[in-house]
């Protein structure tokens, strides 16, 4: 079947503008996560969701960054009045979970965002 | 909280010799341990998994890692690299219920196959 969607693939903006970037999960993945990858850094974890439960926004780095989802679909990542320590790839991972058990996180192609 | 540290963020071999990619891990918890591979322009790709089973885990393409407790290592290895084996490789480490939780993710190795 399909894998996780993302999109824009590329996203070119100036710096102070708001940008949002979609994720669209495997569908019947009920957990979703965004992580960034900064030029030379690994990926960093910045917000989880898991079915009906309140997200984990620990990775958020600043107020400038929010993420929704509605139900276990969609998410989108919008990061406000964007800075140029933003530019980075941004990726989505889905995953479902069953008790008990691991199960494996499938990301997609990413969404590279540099901010002028 | 958990970490990775990975040593060499380029590793360069030969053709046909092995691959050793380093990787220790430090957790509060007993951990699941993951390398996923990144090839260019292409997505995040699980390549093995530890969790708790067996201690030596085999993985996609002949690569293999062994979980070693008292060294906190989870090294990667592939007794003879291909060309295709050109990507980069990322150890990640996950503490949540089930490894299901968010993973925390080393540097990176880039990894150069030398024809």
């Known amino acids: 079947g399909a894998g996780v969607s993302q999109s824009p693939s590329n996203k070119v903006t100036e710096k102070g503008k708001d940008v949002e970037l979609r994720c669209d999960p495997i569908?019947?993945?009920?957990?979703l996560y965004w992580y960034r990858q900064r030029l030379g850094q690994g990926l960093e974890f910045l917000i989880y969701?898991?079915?009906?439960?309140?997200?984990?926004k620990s990775g958020l780095p600043s107020d400038r960054f929010s993420a929704e989802r509605t139900g276990e679909s969609v998410s989108t990542l919008t990061i406000q009045r964007t800075q140029q320590e933003d530019s980075a790839v941004y990726l989505c991972?889905?995953?479902?979970?069953?008790?008990?058990?691991?199960?494996?996180?499938?990301f997609g192609p990413g969404t590279r965002l540099t901010v002028l | 909280a958990q970490s990775v540290t990975q040593l060499g963020s380029h590793v360069s071999v030969s053709e046909g010799a092995l691959v050793l990619l380093r990787c220790n891990y430090s957790?509060?918890?007993?951990?699941?341990l993951f390398w996923y591979v990144q090839y260019p322009n292409q997505g995040l790709q699980l390549l093995l998994k530890?969790?708790?089973?067996?201690?030596l885990v085999k993985g996609i393409n002949g690569f293999e890692a062994e979980f070693k407790k008292s060294e906190t290592s989870f090294h990667l290895t592939k007794p003879s690299a291909h060309m295709s084996d050109a990507a980069e490789y990322f150890c990640?480490?996950?503490?949540?219920?089930?490894?299901?939780?968010?993973?925390?993710f080393g540097t990176g190795t880039r990894l150069t196959i030398i024809p």
């Open positions: 991972a889905s995953s479902r979970p069953l008790a008990g058990t691991y199960n494996e996180q499938f």
């Open positions: 569908s019947g993945h009920t957990a």
């Open positions: 969701f898991q079915g009906n439960s309140a997200p984990d």
């Open positions: 957790s509060s918890v007993p951990p699941y």
């Open positions: 530890y969790t708790s089973a067996a201690t």
């Open positions: 990640a480490v996950s503490v949540g219920r089930f490894g299901n939780e968010k993973l925390t």
